[in-house]
T-cell receptor, first 109, second 112 residues
């Protein structure tokens, strides 16, 4: 089974609203990363949070990490149509990088 | 500025045929990865290479072999293709552990 699991599987929001998705994982990690995938293309890195960090921001993205609960969340604020994509968390065990099943986000105009 | 290049982009195989998927990166990265993506399954790690000369199994290695030919290239071989291997295959590379990964555009493989 996969290391990370995202929740929800799918999310539909209105443009301008915030989108929140969660990731739970099973084993200890060194860092956790979030990626975006548009229409079956290659994944693009969004943000990396280290295991000793609790929160990180990058533009309209906010990521939290709770290692005691083995969970992370990604918040996209003020969503735009261009944010429509699949979002994946990836757990990093030094060299092994494992992905979850992803959350598909649809932003309606 | 090629980044990670995968060849071929599309391939149709008959059951039992063999083929090699090629991946090359021009970013001087140490680590390389092969994933498969199936609908609703996300990306599953097949094999990875932490550095030149080493390879390790991921979550779903059965039916595949890999070769880290040199620092730039990491190939994935299907010795006897099965319909269950129909998938989109992604190669990725990164500088080492604990850094961001860069992905190729994928190889869409259909086994009939």
């Amino acid at each position: 089974s996969q290391q990370g699991e995202e929740d929800p599987q799918a999310l539909s929001i209105q443009e301008g609203e915030n989108a929140t998705m969660n990731c739970s994982y099973k084993t200890s990690i060194n860092n956790l990363q979030w990626y975006r995938q548009n229409s079956g293309r290659g994944l693009v890195h969004l943000i990396l949070i280290r295991s000793n960090e609790r929160e990180k921001h990058s533009g309209r993205l906010r990521v939290t990490l709770d290692t005691s609960k083995k969970s992370s969340s990604l918040l996209i604020t003020a969503s735009r149509a261009a944010d429509t994509a699949s979002y994946f968390c990836a757990t990093d065990e030094v060299y092994k990088l494992s992905f979850g099943a992803g959350t598909t986000v649809t932003v309606r105009a | 500025n090629a980044g990670v290049t995968q060849t071929p982009k599309f391939q149709v195989l008959k059951t039992g045929q063999s083929m090699t998927l090629q991946c090359a990166q021009d970013m001087n990265h140490n680590s390389m990865y092969w994933y498969r993506q199936d609908p609703g399954m996300g990306l599953r790690l097949i094999y990875y290479s932490a550095s030149e000369g080493t390879t390790d199994k991921g979550e779903v290695p059965n039916g595949y072999n890999v070769s880290r030919l040199n620092k730039r290239e990491f190939s994935l071989r299907l010795e006897s293709a099965a319909p269950s291997q129909t998938s989109v295959y992604f190669c990725a590379s990164r500088d080492g552990g604990l850094s961001e990964a860069f992905f190729g555009q994928g190889t869409r493989l259909t086994v009939v």
